[in-house]
């Protein structure tokens, strides 16, 4: 009964894992095709169902007819993505900070309240606000640009940097800033040389975090740019046409999720040292 | 004292301003324009009084999306949940299978949902993806995978699962190595099998996790709309169109923005109910039974 119970478990373990990497090996042996591997039917193995060939992956970066533009995009995602994190970080820091070492009293709001309204952003659905984003950002003249979709970007991923960072800071003893505030420093010194320096774990699963769900989002990207400005995954997506060959698009896709997955990789070593006690409530 | 406020206001003020300028305004602006009749042709905040709510009560698309939304939802998180949770319990013992499964699993939610759909749309693809020609494989024949109603809503269930199990497995699997290793010697002793000790000791110590877990999950499945539009467009038909999807063709590709903004309001209030409702009775059922 045993050998048969773990065996059972194993295959269990496995189906799922092939579940989880079956669509990025059809994509990466799709973006190797040329139309004879794609139009026949199903292919799958290289040099034994299909001819490989380069042309997908020198289109993605060559500048000839056919090709691809994927670097601007690219760049594009890069800044915006980095510039409204980076933002995020800070201002959501200060206030991960405020609200976990003051106390704030505003009539009956006191400090769970504000906590709450920092966090409960993510509860609005996207299209809600896509309306409203649009006839701002088109009366201040920000539509198609890269620091309205910054702007717009910050309201996404404040919330996910005070969620972080307020838990991270609650289980940072108090006594640390008291004595350095008994030792002459500001409370802004406190934070600045006592606090920080010893955050660095909890910063970075926050940038973690707010990287992963700026270089992610489609919708807002989508809404509120035409052409000027184009991030990566608008740029993929429209590619979704029926003219556009599987090539190109699986290698396009892969261009754009290889980042993350060496991101997994780096999440994953903070898990085990367990310093992500921010998702785990 | 007049120092300390000042650094109270040095840390809270800017994050709060940010926020209430870039989300609560827009908010306020769009329940305006919910009463105005903002259109194409007549852009401005005219006055039009319910006119909107009205025309949204008998709009069948509407409260169709919604009921659609529901049945995609729930049964997304429900499957991610059981499969989570299994996957969480093999490898919850052994310390090597649980970091390599970790990375892996980790890799489906850290990619982009869009560009991923991208790719299930080539592997669903009727006569050229490899999803029909595994299912002729095992002797199912050709399924219409995008092109049916039923198998559309279950394309779309099945890239939901694929994407965001792994966020079911992480907490889950987060939440059982941080069990206190008391009770399970104790059930040991009494003799209780895997299934007993399951039912009596894993399971009500992981209610409060596993509550968290599916609080936040409705709330991100309830966006689900990219995905949609990907790989369906809403179709065949309507067949599965979310309400997020009904709103943003409504607002931003016929242009009636009033209509679309009485959609939003609408939505985003039964959302709240609707997810405070669930979140509750989740707390009664799950929490306060287990003690």
Redesign the interface.
């Known amino acids: 009964m045993r050998p048969f119970l773990k065996l059972l ?1 194993i295959v ?2 496995l189906v ?2 092939v ?6 090996l ?2 990466l042996t ?1 973006s190797f095709k040329t139309a004879n591997g ?2 026949n ?2 292919t ?1 193995l290289p040099w034994i169902d299909y001819e490989p060939s380069l042309a997908a992956w020198k289109g993605l970066f060559g500048s000839d007819a056919g090709s691809i533009d994927i670097v601007g995009p690219f760049a594009n995602s890069l800044i915006v993505t980095l510039s409204a994190s980076f933002i995020s970080l800070t ?2 820091t ?2 991960a ?3 976990s070492r ?1 106390r ?1 009293k505003l009539g009956p709001i006191s400090n769970a309240d ?1 906590t709450f ?2 966090i409960s ?16 950002l088109g009366f201040l003249g920000l539509l198609d640009t890269i620091l309205g979709l910054v ?2 970007y ?2 996404l991923l ?2 996910i940097a ?1 969620w972080v960072m307020v838990d991270f800071f609650n289980n940072i003893p108090k006594e640390l800033d008291e004595t350095a505030i008994i030792d002459g420093c ?3 010194e406190a ?1 600045w040389r006592v606090i920080l320096p010893n955050s660095l774990p909890g910063l970075v699963v926050a940038g973690i975090f707010c990287i ?1 769900f700026g ?2 989002d ?2 807002f990207a989508f ?1 509120l740019t035409f052409t000027q400005t184009q991030l ?2 608008v740029a ?2 429209s ?2 046409s029926s003219v556009t060959p ?1 090539w190109s ?2 290698a396009s ?1 892969l261009i ?2 290889v980042p ?2 060496v ?3 780096l ?2 070593r903070y ?2 040292k367990g310093n ?1 006690s921010g ?3 | 004292m007049q ?2 406020t000042r ?2 206001l ?3 003020l ?3 301003l ?2 209430l300028a ?2 609560l ?3 306020f ?2 329940i305006r ?1 919910s009463f105005s009749g903002w259109d194409a042709i007549n852009p401005g905040l005219g006055w039009i009084g319910g006119t909107n709510y009205g025309r949204l009560l008998a709009d069948s698309r509407f409260w169709q999306s919604l009921s659609r939304l529901t049945t995609i939802v729930l049964t997304s998180v429900a499957l991610e949940y059981l ?1 989570g949770f ?2 969480a319990l ?2 919850w013992h052994q310390v090597r ?1 649980r ?1 390599i ?8 939610m ?7 759909a ?6 669903f693809h009727e ?4 999803a ?2 595994l299912a002729g494989l095992l002797g199912f024949g050709n399924i219409p995978w995008l092109t049916k109603p039923m198998w559309a809503t279950i394309v779309v269930i099945v890239v939901d699962v ?1 994407q965001w199990t ?1 966020f079911m497995f ?2 889950l699997l ?2 059982l190595l ?1 069990l206190p290793k008391e009770p399970f010697l104790a059930a040991e002793i009494d003799g209780a099998g895997p299934i007993r000790t399951f039912f009596n000791v894993t399971f009500p110590a992981m209610a409060p ?1 596993t509550v ?1 877990a599916l609080i936040i999950r409705l ?2 499945a ?2 689900i ?2 995905t949609i539009y ?1 790989i369906t467009s809403g179709g065949p038909g309507t067949s599965t169109e979310t ?3 009904y ?2 063709i409504r ?2 590709r016929d242009f009636q ?1 009033g209509y ?2 009485s959609l ?2 609408t ?2 209030v039964i ?2 109910v609707l ?1 405070t409702i669930i979140a509750k009775s989740l707390v009664k059922v799950l929490v306060k039974s287990g003690n």
């Open positions: 478990k269990a373990i799922w894992s579940f989880v990497v079956a669509p990025f059809w994509a799709t794609v139009t039917g199903a799958y201002l959501g200060l206030v900070y405020g609200l003051f704030y504000l309204f920092f952003q993510r509860i609005m659905p996207p299209v809600v606000l896509a309306i409203p984003f649009f006839l701002m702007l717009v910050i309201a404040l919330p005070v500001t409370p802004f934070f992963v270089w992610n489609f919708f809404t990566l995954p993929i997506v590619l979704n599987w698009l699986s896709a754009s999720v993350l997955i991101v997994a990789f999440v994953e898990l085990e992500i998702a785990k409530k | 120092g300390l650094y109270k040095i840390f809270l800017p994050g709060l940010v926020l870039i989300i305004f827009p908010l602006f769009t324009v499969l299994g996957l093999l490898v299978l970091r499964t970790r990375v892996l699993f980790l890799i489906p850290m990619t982009t949902p869009v560009v991923m991208v790719i299930w749309r080539t592997i006569s050229l993806g490899p029909n020609d694929w792994p992480l907490l987060a939440g941080s996790i968290g709330i991100e309830s966006k709309m990219e990907v309400t997020g999807y709103i943003f607002g931003l923005i679309a903004a939003s309001v939505y985003l959302m709240i997810l």
